[in-house]
């Protein structure tokens, strides 16, 4: 219970990542912030095997979340599931029986999903849209 409130704190104490200069990473840093504040604890960043790479594995007491992280500039009919294209859904999914399969101790239900980090210029205003990997 302790633990639970203590991350919960931690999730709400990350700061805005300010020192970030690269759009891809501080958008791997708002999506991680994004989960975390919601219960979810970082298993791996840029997780790679073979030709492939997960952004973002993170879990919570029930399930294993597999992220997609896209950062974009902020258009007006810009969506989560248009961001990646049919061959990088299928490399994608391709890489979750072999992450489980590396660590066999993780038996959890997974989920895989797309977080969009849509900002305008100078970072004054985000969204975030998550979308299902389908």
Known sequence: MI???VEFIR???MPFP???GDTGKRGEYL???YWHRR???KVAVNWRHGHGE???IMADWRRLLFVEVKTRREE???QAADTVGYDQKQRLLRLVPVFKKNWPDLELQHRFV???VAYAPGWRKKRFEVAPLA
């Open 3 to 5: 633990f639970m409130l």
């Open 18 to 20: 300010f020192w970030i």
């Open 39 to 41: 219960g979810y604890h």
């Open 76 to 78: 007006p009919d810009l």
């Open 11 to 13: 999730g709400w104490l």
């Open 54 to 56: 997960i952004d973002l």
């Open 114 to 116: 797309i977080v969009l």
């Open 31 to 33: 999506a991680r912030r």
